[in-house]
């Protein structure tokens, strides 16, 4: 069965600080795809990041970064010099080539950066 | 703006009503997709319809149903509401399939 783990509930750090969300999830097929969403107060869904499962090099935007180790079975999401309007839900999720083009989410990480 | 329309924004009905939720995909996409948030089940998967057909389902209730028109806009059909239907749905829609999905704004819906 497909599974996406944020154990974190939710964080706050200061801001300018760097903050690392984690993503562990579970999939028995070997091609699939990742992503990172993100939910500010208002609610909608922006969409950050989509890695395939044959691409392990890790990506950079700006101060988002992305770490993608299949040895772990994690994506892990980091957002360095943290900024207030940071502040959202973030979600990982999973998505499985081969069946069917449904998103698979996580609960999310609500992160709070505190000016 | 991710170029997907959902309406209404914001839906207040009572328990045992009817209502639809209405989306239009990005221009040219073919794929429409329907998802639920909400507080206890987080973000779910409902269905997706791909050029007019049923391709795939997730945890769709029975009393959900949804279509997708020739125009290609989509609609989910929600009836006997109960409070536990009370969510944010969003629409999303794809150029294909296993291509990335955009997700519209969402409906807000309030069953008291």
């Known amino acids: 069965a497909q599974k996406v783990t944020q154990a974190q509930t939710e964080i706050s750090v200061v801001e300018k600080e760097d903050v690392t969300l984690d993503c562990v999830y579970e999939?028995?097929?070997?091609?699939?795809?990742l992503f990172w969403y993100k939910q500010p107060p208002s609610g909608e869904l922006v969409f950050l990041i989509r890695?395939?499962?044959?691409?392990?090099q890790n990506e950079i935007s700006g101060r988002y970064s992305w770490n993608f180790q299949k040895s772990t079975s994690s994506f892990n999401f980091t957002i360095t010099a943290s900024q207030v309007v940071d502040s959202a839900v973030y979600f990982c999720?999973?998505?499985?080539?081969?069946?069917?083009?449904?998103?698979?989410f996580g609960k999310g990480t609500r992160l709070h950066i505190l000016p | 703006d991710s170029g997907v329309t959902q309406t209404p924004k914001h839906l207040i009905t009572a328990t045992g009503q009817r209502v639809t939720l209405r989306c239009s995909p990005r221009?040219?996409?073919?794929?429409v997709y329907w998802y639920q948030q909400s507080l206890d089940q987080g973000l779910q998967f409902l269905i997706q319809y791909y050029n007019g057909e049923e391709r795939a389902k997730g945890n769709i209730l029975e009393r959900f149903s949804a279509q997708q028109f020739p125009d290609l806009h989509s609609e989910l059909n929600l009836s006997s509401l109960e409070l536990g239907d009370s969510a944010l749905y969003f629409c999303?829609?794809?150029?294909?399939?296993?291509?990335?999905?955009?997700f519209g704004p969402g409906t807000r819906l309030t069953v008291t």
């Open positions: 890695r395939n499962s044959f691409d392990e």
């Open positions: 999720a999973l998505s499985d080539l081969n069946r069917d083009d449904k998103i698979i």
């Open positions: 999303a829609s794809s150029v294909a399939g296993q291509s990335e999905q955009y």
């Open positions: 999939t028995r097929d070997t091609t699939y795809y």
């Open positions: 221009s040219g996409d073919l794929s």
